[in-house]
T-cell receptor, first 112, second 112 residues
């Protein structure tokens, strides 16, 4: 069975600071990994995904994530936070593009 | 269509009534998923359709919940005899192979 753990239900950063949202996964087979963002009262928007190939994945809005098999991690980063990045972020894992299993989410708060 | 369309966007129903939620996936997407998002429960998988295969119903919380997908396209999630704990946002997603999952904006169900 697959699972995802997101450390920290809330992360607070100042505008311009580094954003780091942590995600660790458990999977018995090579996983496909995703990060989604959800703005208030909206659906989920795909930020980036890892399937195969390059382990450093670049996404939209300046976000990137690195797949580290040895650490079973897929942390999301952005060098400089913007006020518009305030949202909830979900890490998810799947095997063979079946059902997505989500983490519990991390709410990113950005202060001026 | 350009995206995944869900209707209605909001639904208020009385306890004990039946409700139907509709999902129009992206044209050509072979897989369709239903998730439920409620406070304190995160994103909960409900059911998954893939082509003509038997659906994966492992996430349906009770026999009051059912879903069908007609003609490999539109899907309807039905909740019978609604209870207050059914109040949540119901999200639909569709996918085609490794392109990833595209989510709709959801239906917010309130049971009063």
């Amino acid at each position: 069975a697959q699972s995802v753990t997101q450390l920290g239900s809330h992360v607070s950063v100042s505008e311009g600071a580094l954003v780091l949202l942590r995600c660790n996964y458990s999977s018995s087979v090579p996983p496909y990994l995703f990060w989604y963002v959800q703005y208030p009262n909206q659906g989920l928007q795909l930020l980036l995904k890892y399937t195969t190939g390059a382990t450093l994945v670049k996404g939209i809005n300046g976000f990137e994530a690195e797949f580290k098999k040895s650490e079973t991690s897929f942390h999301l980063t952005k060098p400089s936070a913007h006020m518009s990045d305030a949202a909830e972020y979900f890490c998810a894992v799947t095997r063979g593009f079946q059902k997505l299993v989500f983490g519990t989410g991390t709410r990113l708060l950005v202060s001026p | 269509g350009a995206g995944v369309s869900q209707s209605p966007s909001n639904k208020v129903t009385e306890k004990g009534k039946d409700v139907e939620l509709r999902c129009d996936p992206i044209s050509g997407h072979t897989a369709l998923y239903w998730y439920r998002q409620s406070l304190g429960q995160g994103l909960e998988f409900l059911i998954y359709f893939q082509g003509n295969s038997a659906p994966d119903k492992s996430g349906l919380p009770s026999d009051r919940f059912s879903a069908e997908r007609t003609g490999g396209s539109v899907s309807t999630l039905t909740i019978q005899r609604t209870q207050q704990e059914d109040s949540a946002v119901y999200l639909c997603a569709s996918s085609l192979d490794r392109d990833g999952y595209t989510f709709g904006s959801g239906t917010r169900l309130t049971v009063v």
